[in-house]
């Protein structure tokens, strides 16, 4: 099966620039995650998808941050204005059911993309 | 909320040495899953080992192994025979059993392992 595909790799804008990323989640896949990961820390979850609905976006930054998930496969991040501790790598994520994801039988309980790093200058 | 700590920023071990990356975990939870993820600089989060929180026996998975101490939210992770490929950042990280509030995951900070021949 194909993975979780993200775009792009990489981004360097200016501060107060706006950016996109993209992210195509493994198909059937309802749940779909982006995190931030700022260097030389754990991802920290932005927003949760339940198809086109959002579970969670309590640490989303919301005057700058924006997500959606039209029709509820793919998805897209935006910052706009970006700041320079925006700077990070954001992963998208997929899983199948949030409620079994954990089980052994899932054989991950959620699939990652490569991520896009991004750098605010 | 769920909190998850990793104590340990960096590590390092000799090839086909044992190495344990600790973690402990808060939650007032009852029904959760434990993970441990490798990360290297690809950025590919690959998925190393998983604990369900109500089985008692520690997981295991090859060279990799787990310590799982649920009174103490405590979850280490040994990795015997350690290989050069091993070299990586890994993250515990934590999921509540849950519908639609499950399934999402909470990392620690990482520990970066360092495996030298």
């Known amino acids: 099966e194909a993975g979780v595909a993200q775009s792009p790799r990489y981004k360097i804008i200016e501060k107060r620039q706006s950016v996109a990323f993209w992210c195509n989640p493994i198909?059937?896949?309802?749940?779909l995650y982006w995190y931030q990961q700022i260097l030389g820390q754990g991802p920290k979850l932005l927003i949760q998808f339940q198809n086109n609905g959002v579970v969670d976006d309590s640490q989303l930054p919301k005057d700058r941050f924006s997500a959606e998930r039209l029709k509820g496969v793919d998805s897209t991040l935006k910052i706009q204005p970006a700041k320079l501790e925006d700077s990070a790598v954001y992963l998208c994520?997929?899983?199948?059911?949030?409620?079994?994801?954990?089980?052994?039988?899932?054989?991950?309980?959620?699939?990652f993309g490569n991520g896009t790093r991004l750098t605010v200058t | 909320a769920q909190t998850v700590t990793q104590s340990q920023p960096e590590m390092s071990v000799q090839e086909a040495e044992t190495v344990t990356l600790s973690c402990t975990y808060d939650?007032?939870?009852?029904?959760?899953?434990l993970f441990w993820y490798k990360q290297p600089p690809s950025r590919q989060m690959i998925l190393v080992i998983r604990?369900?929180?109500?089985?008692?026996q520690n997981a295991t998975e090859n060279r990799f192994s787990v310590n799982f101490q649920k009174a103490a939210k405590s979850f280490s992770l040994k990795i015997s025979d350690s290989q050069l490929g091993d070299t990586a950042m890994y993250f515990c990280a934590f999921m509540k059993h849950a519908f639609l509030q499950g399934g999402k995951l909470i990392f620690g900070q990482g520990t970066e392992l360092s495996v030298k021949p």
């Open positions: 604990q369900e929180a109500y089985k008692q």
């Open positions: 994520a997929s899983s199948l059911d949030p409620l079994m994801a954990g089980r052994s039988s899932y054989n991950s309980p959620l699939h």
């Open positions: 939650t007032s939870e009852s029904n959760y899953y």
């Open positions: 198909s059937g896949h309802a749940t």
